[in-house]
Nanobody
Framework: VQLQASGGGSVQAGGSLRLSCAASGRTFSGVAMGWFRQALGKEREFVASISRSGGYTDYADSVKGRFTISRDNAKNTVYLQMNSLKPEDTAVYYC??????????????WGQGTLVTVSS
């Protein structure tokens, strides 16, 4: 599978961005998807994940209530709507998958990343 993330950019604190991740291959609708991020000088961390049907989602505590993960299986795309952005959300965001029913802490397949910069 190939993953192509997009939608990053620069925004002021309190603003919003929506990230997209387009996936190739027929397996997209049958697997869970996740978003991770890595800030400069820090380890990569889990942000959110979504089940294959979209019926189950999971979020890091730091983004709960502000970020929403969703997917459109007809378009082979997963989204991350980010609201009320904070400077500490600044990072490169990656979509990822294990091609399984769950997303592990270290998925096997990664997109190229898209940079989100939040200024105060």
């Amino acid at each position: 599978v190939q993953l192509q993330a997009s939608g990053g950019g620069s925004v002021q604190a309190g603003g919003s961005l929506r990230l997209s991740c387009a996936a190739s291959g027929r397996t997209f609708s049958g697997v869970a998807m996740g978003w991770f991020r890595q800030a400069l000088g820090k380890e990569r961390e889990f942000v959110a994940s979504i089940s294959r049907s979209g019926g189950y989602t999971d979020y890091a505590d730091s983004v709960k209530g502000r970020f929403t993960i969703s997917r459109d299986n007809a378009k082979n795309t997963v989204y991350l709507q980010m609201n009320s952005l904070k400077p500490e959300d600044t990072a490169v965001y990656y979509c990822a998958t294990d091609l399984r029913l769950v997303v592990t802490t270290s998925p096997n397949y990664w997109g190229q990343g898209t940079l989100v910069t939040v200024s105060s």
